[in-house]
């Protein structure tokens, strides 16, 4: 069965930092590209980043450009998001997803359980 | 950037009731590459169709998805109790990937 475990999140002041851990289990880890999509509160779906199953590609959206950063241990099933230079608008809660099939840009098929990041002074 | 609408906003029907949602999109989803997402309060979404038409793994086939180019729809045949949601479209067609606003089927 396919898990994937969230975790990380809090409450941090703006231009403060924090690291987001996806534990993953139940599939070949490396074998696939991951995502984190975020949810303000209230509000619908946002892209944020995404990384190829070896970790040698990555791709962000304009918003985080910069200051947020994807990785990913695959000897650790592990996926990372490096948030630096929080704003009040990153607050939502962090997703991270499983691609569907092979390619990086792609939909997602199993998704974590939300970590929630507070940025507030 | 792909801009995604989704319509109507809410969608208040019955249960048994045959429930329309549509997405449309700014510029034409290359290979129909759209999916729909379920989402219930305090769940993580869940991936219902994938290639605009194909249903993902243990989805009911009360619910289906059509279009091509820019236009899309899901359609759930028979609405059961638990289908009462928020359901999103996104395109990966092209990055950035992008998500539909979202539409609510709420209980009439």
């Known amino acids: ?121 | 950037e792909i801009v995604l609408t989704q319509s109507p906003g809410t969608l208040s029907l019955s249960p048994g009731e045959r429930a329309t949602l549509s997405c449309r999109a700014s510029q034409s989803v290359s290979s129909s590459y759209l999916a729909w997402y379920q989402q219930k309060p305090g769940q993580a979404p869940r991936l219902l169709i994938y290639g605009a038409s194909s249903r993902a793994t243990n989805i009911p086939d009360r619910f289906s998805g059509s279009g091509s180019g820019t236009d899309f729809t899901l359609t759930i045949s028979r609405l059961e109790p638990e289908d009462f949601a928020v359901y999103y479209c996104q395109q990966y067609g092209s990055s950035p990937l992008t998500f539909g606003g979202g539409t609510k089927v709420e209980i009439k």
């Open chain 1, 1 to 121: 069965e396919v898990q994937l475990l969230d975790s990380g999140g809090g409450l941090v002041q703006p231009g403060g930092s924090l690291r987001l851990s996806c534990a993953a289990s139940g599939f070949t880890f490396s074998s696939y590209a991951m995502s984190w999509v975020r949810q303000a509160p209230g509000k619908g779906l946002e892209w944020v980043s995404s990384i190829s199953g070896s970790g040698g590609s990555a791709y962000y959206a304009d918003s985080v450009k910069g200051r947020l950063t994807i990785s990913r241990d695959n000897s650790k099933n592990t996926l990372y998001l490096q948030m630096n230079s929080l704003r009040a608008e990153d607050t939502a809660v962090y997703y991270c997803a499983k691609a569907y099939g092979d390619y990086v840009i792609t939909c997602f098929d199993y998704w974590g359980q939300g970590t929630l990041v507070t940025v507030s002074s």
